[in-house]
Nanobody
Framework: QVQLVESGGGWVQPGGSLRLSCARS????????LGWYRQAPGKQREPVAT???????VYADSVKGRFTISRDNAKNTVTLQMNSLKPEDTAVYYC?????????WGQGTQVTVSS
């Protein structure tokens, strides 16, 4: 089992920045694919950014150029730096880990972007 705990959510004005962190524990593995997903009210959960064990990031079109995902395998963390935030980025953000088809999720952290 893998445990994922997110931190760093909160409220920010449009154009602001937030940094989300996810601490991994349990049966972690350096080759896990890590990522961030989000779910807005009334919408399905969607991928925001993922990163392979080799450090290759993949971003949703809606966040390209604004969000940056990074991982530190030594510290067992994955981070999402979010800049130029927009109201449509408001959602619960979830940390995600994938290994051979087995998925693990964090409990989620709320991000609210409003004036």
């Amino acid at each position: 089992q893998v445990q994922l705990v997110e931190s760093g959510g909160g409220w920010v004005q449009p154009g602001g920045s937030l940094r989300l962190s996810c601490a991994r524990s349990g049966s972690v593995w350096a080759y896990d694919v890590l990522g961030w997903y989000r779910q807005a009210p009334g919408k399905q959960r969607e991928p925001v950014a993922t990163m392979s064990s080799g450090g290759v990031p993949v971003y949703a079109d809606s966040v390209k150029g604004r969000f940056t995902i990074s991982r530190d395998n030594a510290k067992n963390t994955v981070t999402l730096q979010m800049n130029s935030l927009k109201p449509e980025d408001t959602a619960v953000y979830y940390c995600h880990s994938l290994r051979f088809g087995n998925q693990f999720w964090g409990q989620g952290t709320q991000v609210t972007v409003s004036s």
